[in-house]
């Protein structure tokens, strides 16, 4: 990466506790042999408390398709960096569930649904940030199996198991679910503060996530 014509070191900009990696498939190990079927016209499902209704993804990236640059940074402590997403920019399909729907005050939450059953929340305040994205091409070509198709999350500020694959269906709640995840998720998983869990500081945790990535890398490769 460049800024005003200067290289900038890759080690410079990672986070505390990140060390560079190559993008693989990578998760929850109860996850590595969840291979969902991909629908020929991807919809996503929108639930807002009782009311409810389906979208085609394509219509969603009509008009609105956005480029960014952004970091993949995994909670246990490897970053892909340099990664082009496109897709379209999650507040505007926040701002069609407003048209749409009547969201309630007390909506402060919104959960990602992925068609393997992985699921997480976002606060409505992170998911509307200027870089989190509803992506179907990395690096100018449509995402692959291995990397959330035919859609998914991608929000750069939060670890990558918020940046939730094969993305199917919202819901906006008012309270924080974790998800699979459980009591390893924290409820904004901000990488600049390295909130990698809730319980206790994100430097504790670097050394035991870390030493468990190579069992996970097997898990994930036996899957392959």
Avoid: N
């Avoid at 459980?182 to 600049?192: D, F, I, L, Y």
């Amino acid at each position: 990466m460049t800024v005003l014509g200067h290289e900038v070191p890759r080690a410079h900009r990672l986070p505390p506790g990140q060390t560079v990696d190559d993008l693989r498939r990578f998760g929850l190990p109860a996850f590595a042999a969840r291979r969902p079927t991909l629908p020929a016209h991807p919809r996503l499902v929108v639930r807002v408390g009782e009311q409810g209704g389906d979208v085609p993804v394509t219509e969603l990236l009509r008009g609105h398709r956005e480029t960014r640059v952004g970091d993949l940074h995994c909670v246990t402590t490897w970053s892909a960096v340099d990664l082009w997403w496109s897709g379209v920019a999650f507040r505007v399909v926040h701002e069609w569930v407003h048209g749409v729907f009547e969201v309630p005050a007390a909506a402060r939450w919104v959960r990602f649904r992925g068609l393997d059953g992985f699921h997480c929340c976002l606060s409505i305040d992170d998911a509307v940030a200027a870089d989190v994205l509803l992506a179907d091409r990395l690096d100018g070509q449509p995402l692959t199996p291995d990397h959330g198709a035919p859609i998914r999350l991608v929000a750069p500020a939060h670890y990558g198991y918020k940046s939730v694959k094969h993305l199917a269906a919202i819901d906006y709640l008012a309270d924080y679910h974790p998800g699979p995840a459980g009591w390893m998720a924290h409820p904004r998983a901000r990488v600049a503060h390295e909130e990698r869990s809730r319980f206790l500081p994100g430097r504790v945790w670097r050394p035991i996530w870390r030493a468990a990535v190579p069992l996970v890398r097997r898990r994930y490769d036996a899957h392959g």
